[in-house]
């Protein structure tokens, strides 16, 4: 009854964008075998997945596409709701995005903001759920996708174009958390990013600093939050956890 459903909705969103072709597509086959890696995707078929994956997430489906996605946008870097699409599917494939709102909500943000510090326990719990959530997103796909959306938000216009296609400051703060945790792993090979996170590694233990390119994208990304957002209170949670 699953597959029955899933192919049911899939078809449906065909139907919105106007795409026959689409139901001879491969996605058809991957929606049925999300486990498969998804190797070609157009602007149209891409724009069908993402409706069909907000109505129905699934971060399998999702992981299984974001190498299309970053040949779609590698063919095409100035096609913003292409853009958009990959960024919106790599936040549900890592499910990133919902496991730090739902970490975030034992918090009082506003307090944090003004000084005062979470719990070790809080902490703790966060960061474990933040790794999990990242363990399972295929860095090699999304990589490319969030070096994109770093790369749009360098200038003043690339962050009108990020936010007049749709890019919110919520899915910037997701991609930099990706490359900030990615980047630590690559800096200090055997780290445990949760403790990390949490502030709880070992004394005396040394973490080495972001790379060039990581600290670069990640100034972008927080320019672009900044610009988007002014009052975005992960972001500085983040940079606080992550020291970027």
Do not use: H, W, Y
Request: charged residues 15%.
């Amino acid at each position: 009854m699953k597959r029955i459903a899933r192919l049911l909705l899939l078809a449906s969103m065909a139907t919105l964008v106007g795409c026959q072709q689409f139901f001879s597509s491969s996605l058809i086959t991957f929606m049925k075998r999300p486990q498969a890696k998804i190797t070609t995707l157009t602007a149209t078929s891409s724009a069908a997945l993402v409706l069909a994956l907000q109505s129905n997430p699934d971060p399998a489906l999702a992981a299984a596409s974001l190498g299309a996605f970053d040949k779609l946008i590698k063919s095409d870097p100035t096609n913003m709701d292409v853009l958009k699409d990959a960024a919106a599917v790599a936040v549900i494939a890592s499910g990133l995005d919902t496991t730090m709102t739902k970490a975030l909500t034992t918090l009082d943000l506003t307090s944090v903001m003004a000084g005062t510090a979470p719990s070790a326990e809080q902490l703790t719990t966060i960061g474990n759920s933040i790794v999990e959530a990242m363990a399972s997103l295929d860095s090699s796909g999304a990589s490319g996708i969030f070096e994109a959306l770093a790369q749009s938000a360098s200038t003043p216009e690339g962050v009108q174009n990020l936010k007049d296609s749709g890019v919110g400051s919520q899915t910037l703060v997701m991609a930099a958390a990706a490359v900030a945790l990615s980047d630590i792993s690559s800096q200090n090979p055997g780290i445990d990013l949760s403790q990390v996170i949490s502030g709880t590694l070992p004394e005396g233990t040394v973490v080495n600093p972001p790379s060039d390119a990581a600290k670069q994208e990640l100034a972008n990304l927080a320019s672009g939050i900044t610009a988007i957002d002014p009052s975005n209170q992960l972001l500085g949670m983040l940079q606080g956890m992550l020291k970027f």
